[in-house]
């Protein structure tokens, strides 16, 4: 059973417009999502992160929107550019407990055109 | 601030052998944790060590084992090995407290079984 889902596995984006990413989960204990960017041959690098209390985290060029009642999530990148063209991984984790195990998604490789 | 690191970064095996994988996590991090990345099943959770303790653990078979060292760094042990068991695996740390942290990842360990 995936708990957490991107179903869409590629997204090709024009420079300098808006790149959409889309995560969806079905485990309601999830309160804690992340998103990772990753190159080949490199290990998965952290973006940005939004904790279940909040609806929205921005860092830079980067925006999580977080719908609870919908159980999904995206992840914006305005502008987009061209070194950003890489995988993208939702990943989720529930507080429960001590320990902190992270349920990732199948990844988005996105292509950002010049 | 010196990232995760992983050694070695390519590895190659035969069945039925066994194999020792290293991380040494961010200066400060207490949590190590371990992932395996295949084409057909993504990324999954190994487990988790903190304090030396083993904190959580994945779906994993009793072949695939760990511990930590008092200075936190980590090893990953598989033994009798298995075609299916090439992937590349990954390590991640972690602060390990409470709060909502992430984890940062190493470059992995790309395993190769003939």
């Known amino acids: 059973d995936q708990q957490v889902k991107q179903n869409s596995p590629s997204l090709s984006v024009q420079e300098g417009r808006i790149s959409i990413l889309n995560c969806d989960y079905t485990n309601s204990m999830f309160d804690y999502f992340l998103w990772y960017k990753k190159y080949p041959a490199e290990g998965p690098t952290f973006l940005i992160s939004i904790s279940s209390i909040k609806d929205k985290n921005e860092d830079g060029r980067f925006t999580v929107f977080l719908n609870k009642s919908a159980k999904h999530l995206s992840l914006h990148i305005v502008p987009s550019q061209p070194g950003d063209s890489a995988v993208y991984f939702c990943?989720?984790?529930?507080?429960?407990?001590?320990?902190?195990?992270?349920?990732f998604g199948s990844g988005t490789q996105l292509t950002v055109l010049p | 601030k010196a990232g995760v690191t992983q050694t070695p970064r390519y590895l190659i095996k035969t069945r039925g052998q066994q194999v020792t994988l290293s991380c040494s996590p961010i200066?400060?991090?207490?949590?190590v944790s371990w992932y395996q990345q295949t084409p057909g099943q993504g990324l999954q959770f190994l487990f988790e060590y903190f304090s030396e303790t083993q904190r959580n653990k994945g779906n994993f078979p009793g072949r695939f084992s760990g511990r930590q060292f008092s200075n936190s760094r980590s090893e990953m042990n598989v033994s009798t090995l298995e075609l299916g068991d090439s992937a590349l695996y990954l390590c991640?740390?972690?602060?390990?407290?409470?709060?909502?942290?992430?984890?940062?990842f190493g470059d992995g360990t790309r395993l190769s079984i003939l």
């Open positions: 200066s400060g991090h207490r949590s």
């Open positions: 990943a989720a984790s529930a507080s429960s407990g001590s320990a902190r195990q992270l349920t």
């Open positions: 991640a740390s972690s602060s390990g407290d409470y709060s909502n942290q992430p984890q940062h």
